[in-house]
């Protein structure tokens, strides 16, 4: 069971941060190749309820994702015991990547900058987190990564253990409000620059 948790909690890890931050841009990126920015941006819909429309899409999908792989693989009994804990870490870090991926795809000028810049999210930002969560490297600095109190936060939820204090939550709300008004700020640019 510990060596299942454990790999359950490292590839929803995974999956949430290449998923998460891939899914979104590269939805965004087709949807400008099809005008669909200049479109947008006649309608009368606001740009909070166009952002929302794809956040929510994604961050429902990466939730029933998190259920259907933690409840399968530990089973019924363990798997809906730690499932709150592991949806609200789940529901936070499918909004930074969505966030993130949405604020690339809007300032990136094509999906070649993109995959290279997924690379480097891929191998130089989590491989050490992975590193240090799981081999028991010892690394003082690791502490300062961003990434590093999200992973931490996912494996205490499968054990069922409240991740952090209100402060790691305060910080998560700041910083996903942050993320949301610069995407906000950018999408706006970029319906001004398509006219």
Not at 133 to 146: C, L, M, R, V
Request: aromatic share 14%; net charge positive.
């Amino acid at each position: 069971m510990k060596n299942r948790r454990e790999i359950t909690c490292e590839f929803l890890f995974f999956e949430l941060t290449a998923v998460g931050f891939l899914g979104l841009a590269s939805l965004l990126f087709k949807e400008k190749q099809m005008g669909l920015i200049r479109v947008h941006g006649v309608l009368p819909v606001g740009k909070t309820a166009f952002i929302v429309s794809k956040l929510g899409l994604f961050l429902l999908s990466d939730l029933v994702f998190a259920t259907l792989l933690t409840v399968i693989n530990l089973g019924i009994p363990v798997g809906l015991s730690v499932l709150p804990h592991v949806l609200l870490q789940t529901g936070i870090l499918s909004m930074f990547m969505a966030l993130a991926g949405f604020f690339c795809a809007l300032l990136l000028p094509g999906f070649r900058q993109f995959s290279l810049l997924y690379l480097v999210l891929a191998v130089f930002i989590t491989t050490p987190v992975f590193l240090a969560g799981q081999t028991g490297i010892a690394w003082d600095w690791i502490k300062y990564h961003p990434m590093y109190p999200l992973f931490m936060a996912m494996k205490n939820a499968y054990w069922g253990v409240s991740a952090a204090n209100g402060i790691y939550y305060t910080i998560c709300g700041l910083t996903m409000i942050a993320l949301f008004l610069l995407v906000r700020h950018v999408l706006v640019r970029e319906m001004a620059k398509e006219g």
